[in-house]
């Protein structure tokens, strides 16, 4: 048996959902974001064409369902002024339309403009919610870095000491040239290499202070380090017999 | 530096951030010494290397950062069971037109949903930097114009705006007006 | 699950969360379903394999975490740049008589600056291990000897004491010397 035929369409059986039972409609209000939202409920559930609003139907069942919200809620602005508006388009397309103003946009445009945007950005809605999110669909690393208490010290680099030894020996140079005099940095770093394994021993070999295997050089120049020590009288090279084993010890040690 | 040395360098930077960082900063790393299309080289190395594991190197709207792959999540829950919570259907819809349609007025949000919009949906998404006021329209009042920031585009794991999934056409309205078209 | 899967959850975890994390909490990724012993194995295996890397795991009093090795410092905290502290011109001058003519005296310093050198200068380098006594000089009052530290050539980039600029021809004196000195 045919029920009802819609775009031409028949319809054998009326639509499961096509009738709330009234209690049922206070938990659902909760559920709707405005009356656009109820509208677009209630079209849907109708499987309607929004295109082509059965008004008459709609603005009842709208009704229907605000009054009974209405008597256990306090009812939104918003959902009177929706019904306001349903019933005026309602009564606009019951009057018959005069030749003259016959290309008159249909009443019902305007709000079905409004119910596909708001339909459309309610599946965005849920398509931005399905979005992986940072912190709830994903983590991000955020390894803390330890030392970020530490103060910060100056950098400095081999340029900076440069320019600071230029400026030291120009102006030495203005008020005593002949004290400054340019060494070998290699002499200088030995010493200092002397120096530090000399510190806390009684004596070193004279030959342990020559690393093997470090080309003859660094010997040369090992050796003129320990020439250069000894002439500042910052070590005493000593050897107690002829041929024997030859010391070398720091004078702060005594 | 060779070249392994810096993506060690790189790959740290990237661990120990949870901001984004663009290829200029990544650059500032090394004084500026390598320049930004090697770190790229890097960059889709280090992609490579983290290919099997828990995290990948993604692309996102203010640089290059490392998330954890959605499989991990199962695992990452158990691990740290309180969740943030789900924004309501009015809050979506909010962030949704402010979103597809910025830059709106809250005015403009509330003409597409029909009802008031409260102020503590807004406040939400500002706090959480979101959304940000970009301008005021011209208009008596002077309201505020919305717009998503890049860091609403970096949590969603999105580079631009138009990476946003396509709004789809609900109804057969848009078919029956291209058939009408063709029509005429 | 096997054990490849779970050592990359494991690792995962411990990159997304900036709490160290116990046995007991890692147990907890995997429901009970990996023993505390296996993951225990598993944090082995990945402290090696993050060895050559700019992280380290460590196991700390309250669990195990990832913690960015201190090399690393260097580059990361040029990411966030602050305006850099610089040393006084003094304090540069007296490193730099230390640099170029060590093992000296802090009388050698004021002798060759031509004023007093201050102790808080000598400290403040002393403490960066930049400075250390090698010695003391066998002249009454015994003053100390200081000369720089590897520490000093490691953090100025140079493997030796000679990659210091060369002071030749920087300055008409030194041009002078080496006249005299291709004389001789």
Redesign the interface.
């Known amino acids: 048996m045919i029920v009802a035929k819609i775009h031409g369409e028949a319809i054998l059986e009326l639509p499961q959902d096509l009738y709330i039972p009234p209690e049922a409609l206070e938990v659902v209000l909760d559920t709707f ?5 109820l509208l677009l409920y209630l079209i849907r559930k109708h499987n309607l ?3 082509d609003i059965r008004m008459a139907e709609l603005t009842r069942q709208y009704l229907d369902y605000i009054d009974v919200a209405k008597q256990r809620h306090e009812l ?1 602005a ?1 959902y009177l002024l ?1 019904a306001a508006l349903l019933i005026e388009i309602k009564s606009r397309m019951l009057l018959p339309k005069p030749a003259e103003i016959e290309a008159e946009e249909d009443p019902r445009a305007e709000l ?1 403009r ?1 119910l ?14 399905a ?17 970020l208490d530490m103060p ?22 203005m ?1 005593n ?1 002949h ?5 070998e ?2 002499i ?2 030995h ?2 290499r002397i ?2 394994k ?2 806390g021993l009684d004596a070193v070999e004279f030959v342990e202070l020559f690393e093997a295997g470090t080309g003859l050089a660094i010997f040369i120049v090992t050796f003129l380090a320990l020439l250069e020590l000894a002439r ?3 070590v005493s090279i000593v050897q107690a017999d002829v041929f024997g084993t030859i010391y070398v010890k ?3 040690e ?1 | 530096m060779n070249s392994d040395k810096a993506r060690i360098v790189v790959e740290t930077a ?5 901001e984004p960082i663009s290829l200029v900063e990544l650059a500032r790393l090394f004084d500026g010494e390598i320049a930004p299309p090697e770190i790229e080289n890097m960059l889709s190395d280090l992609r490579c290397k983290w290919a099997d594991s828990g ?1 990948e190197l993604v692309e996102v709207s203010s640089g290059w ?6 499989e ?2 199962k695992f ?1 829950d158990r691990l740290n069971p309180k ?2 919570p ?2 309501s ?2 809050a ?2 909010t ?3 402010i ?2 349609r910025q830059p709106v007025t809250r005015g403009d949000i509330e ?6 919009v409260s102020t503590q949906i807004l406040k939400m998404f500002e706090s959480r930097c979101w959304i940000e006021v970009v301008g005021h329209r011209d208009v008596p009042g002077r309201p505020s114009l919305y717009a998503t920031t890049s860091r609403f585009l ?5 580079s631009s705006i138009s990476d ?2 396509p ?7 848009f078919e ?1 007006q291209d058939n009408n078209d063709s029509g005429t």
């Open positions: 974001e405005g009356p656009l939202d064409d929004i295109l939104a918003e929706m079905v409004r596909l945007e708001y339909e459309k950005i309610k599946q965005a809605a849920l398509m931005l919610d979005l992986d999110q940072a912190g709830r669909d994903f983590l991000l690393p955020g390894i803390p870095r330890d030392w910060e010290l100056p950098g400095i680099d081999p340029e900076d000491l440069r320019q600071a030894w230029i400026s030291v020996v120009s102006r030495v140079k008020i040239p004290k400054v005099e340019l060494e940095l290699s200088r770093e010493m200092a120096l530090k000399l510190q500042e009288n910052l720091a004078n702060n005594f | 990237l661990l120990t951030t949870e995290l950062r490392f998330r954890t792959k959605p991990m999540q990452l969740k943030p789900r924004y259907m009015a979506l819809e962030l949704a037109i979103a597809y003409d597409i949903r029909g009802v008031a970096d949590d969603l794991n999105m946003l999934p709004l789809q056409n609900t109804n057969s309205l029956q």
